[in-house]
């Protein structure tokens, strides 16, 4: 057996031999020693200097408010009014209009004039998200009703979920909430155009300057309503047929307007009713709890223009729209 030699002190030569070459200048575990990132006594070291204070995030300065805007295809005046952190009431004040006015694209609208400004609001918060309601996004083409089929919910649910009118416009890019908790399905598929009403005794009836406008504007509004171009077609025969295009101050029994609303059966005033805004308006979307508009009317999609104008007007003479079922489609090619 080997005999480890000890020094005086009772250490082991071969320990002692080893402990010098360990701490030998250069060496590896000298390195370690020098390197290790913890002091001998056991205790971390303190950073020289406390680490930075993170710095807020910057907070966009709020849009300049222009003193006009010009409206562009799409926009609604509440969206303008938000995008602007504006009152709607205001706007719509400082351009004289109501809540049933429509805006076309290429209008100016005021927003800001000096001390007559509209004032300024915070953006509300949005509300908390209802368990039971899903969202969907409007795209071109659709109608409060469509969506409500598509949904298997009712228009007058939307219209409650969303703080919306029988008169409420809504837009490509909308985004509103649908009741009921079911998923959101997809756009319905366009029904193939109709064929054109064969040319019959009646040829296409020209428009003069008042009845281009007021045909213009129907157009103009069932467009802001996402209404097809049947749609379109059913109005500007029902027009046709209830006044020949002109807005009238009589009738028949107390019928006024463009499309012959009679205040009795709960269209409006007469003054409302010979509104040509208005009274569009309230053919596409009836008058709440009141009429039914065309909108309202399930189905109207397959029916014939006569027809699905006829649910709507309930005239004495249900099949005389279709005489006018040609003269429209041309109309709206041409509009």
């Known amino acids: 057996m080997a005999v480890i ?3 005086s002190m009772g250490i082991p030569l071969a320990l002692v031999a080893a402990l010098a070459t360990a701490f030998q200048p ?3 575990a000298t390195a370690d020693v020098r390197t290790s990132p913890e002091p001998l006594d056991g205790h971390r ?3 020289a200097q406390p680490p930075a204070a993170p710095q807020p995030a910057s907070v966009p300065a709020a849009a300049t408010v222009p003193t006009t805007y010009t409206v562009a295809s799409g926009d609604t005046v509440s969206g303008i009014a938000a995008r ?15 809540w049933s006015s429509v805006i076309y694209p290429g209008q100016s609208l005021v927003l800001s004039t000096g001390s007559d400004a509209a004032p300024s609001l915070a953006p509300a918060p949005a509300p908390a998200p209802n368990a039971a309601e899903r969202s969907y996004t409007v795209v071109a083409g659709d109608t409060l009703i469509g969506i409500a089929k598509a949904h298997g919910t009712t228009v007058s649910s939307i219209l409650a979920a969303n703080g919306l009118t029988r008169s409420s416009i809504i837009y490509p890019g ?3 909430a649908i009741p009921g908790g079911e998923a959101a399905a997809p756009a319905p598929t366009p029904a193939p155009a109709r064929a054109p009403a064969p040319a019959g005794s009646d040829a296409t009836t020209p428009l003069t300057a008042e009845m281009h406008a007021n045909a213009a504007l129907i157009v103009a509004i069932g467009r802001s309503l996402g209404v097809s171009d049947q749609g379109l077609v059913i109005a500007l025969a029902a027009a046709m047929q209830e006044s020949g295009l002109r807005n009238l101050d009589h009738g028949h029994a107390d019928s006024v307007g463009i499309f012959q609303q009679r205040p009795s059966q709960g269209w409006g005033s007469p003054e409302q009713i010979q509104d040509a805004t208005y009274s569009s308006t309230a053919f596409f979307v009836g008058v709440t709890g009141k009429t039914r508009g065309l909108l309202d009317i399930s189905g109207w999609q397959d029916m014939s223009v006569t027809d699905a104008a006829q649910a709507v007007q309930i005239s004495a003479y249900p099949d005389a729209y279709a005489r006018w079922e040609q003269s429209a489609r041309v109309w709206l090619s041409e509009l």
């Open 5 to 7: 030699r000890k020094t």
């Open 174 to 176: 909308q985004i509103i």
């Open 26 to 28: 250069g060496s590896a």
């Open 84 to 98: 602007f952190g504006l009152d709607v009431k205001a706007v719509l004040a400082a351009n004289g209009l109501g």
């Open 45 to 47: 070291s303190l950073p």
